[in-house]
T-cell receptor, first 114, second 115 residues
Framework: AQSVTQPDIHITVSEGASLELRCNYSYGATPYLFWYVQSPGQGLQLLLKYFSGDTLVQGIKGFEAEFKRSQSSFNLRKPSVHWSDAAEYFCAVPVIQGAQKLVFGQGTRLTINP | GAGVSQSPRYKVAKRGQDVALRCDPI?????LFWYQQALGQGPEFLTY????????KSGLPSDRFFAERPEGSVSTLKIQRTQQEDSAVYLCASSRSRTGRETQYFGPGTRLLVL
């Protein structure tokens, strides 16, 4: 079964600074990969997803992620964060390729300094 | 259109009580999922429906947990004889089809506190 690791539990950045959140997966083949965001008291919202093809994926709210097979990573980036980006971010993969059942990372809590 | 809705949003139960959590998926969505999210953790899969059929219940922690979706739309997650370790946020998600590429749309969750 696939699994996903988010090494950073909490990250703090200043408003306007760039952001990179790390996600590493374990699977032999190219997995489907997802990034979700969860604001306080809210459900999860999909930011972007990767299946195949171009390794740089654009998402909503100015986010992008890059799939790197050699590093088994799918890191989320944003060039300039806004205070409204403060939230919990989750990386996820299907438990087996093609399945809908998702396995989530522990999450990274993002704090924005004014 | 309307998203996934869940009710109640908050539930406080005394240990040993039974609770029922409701999920209204997006209209027409075939697949429905329940996840449990403990404090400070990512969501963990509980169970999955395709229409009215419960195809995977491997994540249900014990036989005290039961889920149903009798008409292939609304779903209810029932927890019998609640225990303190059941305290968590219960998330429901739905998706349009059965493929792994399909986006899952999440509801706001029900926060359950067992005293």
């Amino acid at each position: 079964a696939q699994s996903v690791t988010q090494p950073d539990i909490h990250i703090t950045v200043s408003e306007g600074a760039s952001l990179e959140l790390r996600c590493n997966y374990s699977y032999g083949a190219t997995p489907y990969l997802f990034w979700y965001v969860q604001s306080p008291g809210q459900g999860l919202q999909l930011l972007l997803k990767y299946f195949s093809g171009d390794t740089l994926v654009q998402g909503i709210k100015g986010f992008e992620a890059e799939f790197k097979r050699s590093q088994s990573s799918f890191n989320l980036r944003k060039p300039s964060v806004h205070w409204s980006d403060a939230a919990e971010y989750f990386c996820a993969v299907p438990v087996i390729q093609g399945a809908q059942k998702l396995v989530f990372g522990q999450g990274t809590r993002l704090t924005i300094n004014p | 259109g309307a998203g996934v809705s869940q009710s109640p949003r908050y539930k406080v139960a005394k240990r040993g009580q039974d609770v029922a959590l409701r999920c209204d998926p997006i209209s027409g969505h075939v697949s429905l999922f329940w996840y449990q999210q403990a404090l400070g953790q990512g969501p963990e899969f509980l169970t999955y429906f395709q229409n009215e059929a419960q195809l995977d219940k491997s994540g249900l922690p014990s036989d005290r947990f039961f889920a149903e979706r009798p008409e292939g739309s609304v779903s209810t997650l029932k927890i019998q004889r609640t225990q303190q370790e059941d305290s968590a946020v219960y998330l429901c998600a739905s998706s349009r089809s059965r493929t792994g590429r399909e986006t899952q749309y999440f509801g706001p969750g029900t926060r359950l506190l067992v005293l």
